[in-house]
């Protein structure tokens, strides 16, 4: 709900920009990282309540919500969006600790990261 309620708080061109923000908020504070078990529940727990939500629920919102997830709890993992191309196409996802996208198709390796959150020193591309 807290990721539906910032999206949603103000111009909608802006919504991007608020939800990045929110996951770099979140990312601030030193956490443990995350096992790999921990983003996949947490990103599973995101899908099954988003089945019920009355609201657009994608790979945007579901992203953010399982970082947030994983805040409360004291953890923390990467947030990944990027761009695949042919056609261009735009998508978010979470990654685990060894730098596997979280409970997502083999597909996901296709897309360039153009943003992760926190930032890496090493290249973001896929």
Not at 78 to 90: E, S
Not at 98 to 116: I, K, L, M, N, Q
């Amino acid at each position: 709900m807290a990721t539906l309620a910032v999206q949603r708080a103000g111009a909608k061109t802006a919504s991007m920009a608020r939800l990045t923000a929110l996951v770099g908020a979140v990312n601030r504070r030193r956490r443990i990282p995350a096992s790999p078990g921990e983003v996949l529940d947490a990103v599973h727990a995101v899908r099954r309540v988003a089945l019920a939500s009355p609201f657009r629920v994608a790979c945007l919102e579901e992203s953010v919500a399982a970082v947030i997830i994983l805040a409360m709890l004291g953890k923390n993992a990467r947030w990944c969006h990027g761009v695949a191309a042919d056609p261009i196409r735009l998508h978010a996802w979470v990654e685990t600790p060894d730098g596997d996208a979280a409970a997502e198709p083999p597909s996901t390796r296709r897309y360039t990261r153009t943003r992760v959150i926190p930032e890496t020193k090493e290249p973001v591309t896929a």
